[in-house]
């Protein structure tokens, strides 16, 4: 699948923190709905991902549940605020879309690895530039863009991602209905017959 963070994950300043999953970590393969973490929990790993795909979704003071993200093979999974911020719980649930092979590492001891030279330090700091660009160029999407554009973007960083999750999912991970996606697919089908 292509990568859909923005290719965050391949910087080369990052590449001391895969191999340090790679090689301090746990393989571990988790089912399809599966947790990794749950919102209001506490979070006690990161992983980086091997195989497979993981949802973010956050429960808002209604019992709504709301797609906040998604991670991909090549990426990192986990909830970032727990790993910043120690004794809070996770502000999201992390659930396995797909049957997923990971390597993990307790949150502690990547926090120590920041701390092991210059290199994990500014992997650090790039891991965290990197996780802010994504959420920042959101944001201004969101505010910036029609829904038929967040959707054009959306399928043009993983063209595929529409044979993994339902109309439902996509709906919520762009803040509309599921009939503005029929629409919008609609829309889009006609300008490519004509």
């Known amino acids: 699948m292509k990568n859909f963070n923005q290719k965050f994950a391949e910087h080369p300043e990052l590449s001391v923190f895969k191999e340090f999953f790679l090689s301090h970590g746990k393989s571990k393969e988790i089912k399809k709905k599966e947790y990794l973490v749950e919102q209001s929990s506490v979070a006690k790993y990161v992983?980086?991902?091997?195989?497979?795909?993981?949802?973010?979704?956050?429960?808002?003071?209604?019992?709504?549940e709301h797609i906040v993200g998604y991670v991909f093979k090549g990426e990192y999974v986990g909830d970032y605020a727990s790993l910043i911020k120690k004794d809070i719980?996770?502000?999201?649930?992390?659930?396995a879309v797909t049957d997923c092979k990971i390597y993990y590492v307790p949150l502690e001891e990547v926090r120590k690895f920041f701390n092991t030279n210059e290199d994990a330090q500014i992997a650090g700091r790039?891991?965290?530039?990197?996780?802010?660009?994504?959420?920042?160029?959101r944001l201004l999407d969101f505010y910036c863009k029609n829904t038929e554009e967040l959707?054009?973007?959306?399928?043009?960083?993983?063209?595929?991602?529409?044979?993994?999750?339902?109309?439902?999912?996509?709906?919520?991970?762009?803040?509309?209905?599921?009939?503005t996606i029929s629409h919008i697919r609609n829309s889009i089908?006609?300008?490519?017959i004509c």
Request: proline residues 3%; contains cysteine.
């Open 89 to 95: 719980t996770s502000l999201v649930t992390v659930q």
């Open 126 to 137: 790039v891991l965290a530039e990197e996780l802010f660009m994504v959420a920042y160029t």
């Open 151 to 179: 959707y054009m973007d959306l399928t043009e960083r993983c063209p595929d991602f529409q044979n993994y999750i339902t109309l439902k999912e996509m709906a919520s991970f762009l803040q509309v209905t599921p009939e």
């Open 189 to 192: 089908n006609k300008k490519h």
């Open 47 to 64: 992983a980086y991902v091997v195989e497979g795909f993981f949802r973010y979704t956050r429960i808002d003071n209604r019992g709504n």
